[in-house]
């Protein structure tokens, strides 16, 4: 993950159950304006770095799901793209995971995930395969 957190979209509220400061450097929620998609676009962002003293996840995982003029919809894969770009470095592989149906979860019908081992590399296939 990037060594700095876009801290101005991040949510500070009391109210919030995903409040965070800077000091919880990557972790926490933000909503982030997608610049440059001709609309009203807010992604809605849950973020977490992986690090947990207590339960730790070797994990780095950025949930997203966006508002358009107010309603919840899923993202699209360029705003995908730009929620990876904004947590993740440009050439660092993350993955959106289709898990078997036995292990599926659905806490947010608009919601989608990046995902990122923090202990292994991610193997991707071939450039000609793709």
Known sequence: MRAQAPDKYRLTLDDSPWASTPADGMNG????????????????CIVSDGFDPVTPVPWEHVSVHVYEYGRARTPTWLEMCLVKDLFWEEEECVIQYHPAKS????????????????????????????
């Open 103 to 130: 292990e599926y979860v659905n806490c947010h019908p608009h919601v989608l995930h990046l995902w990122r081992p923090k202990d292994v590399p991610i193997p991707t296939p071939p450039k000609i395969c793709v």
């Open 29 to 44: 929620a933000f909503d982030i304006p997608l610049k440059g998609m001709g609309h009203r676009v807010m992604a809605h």
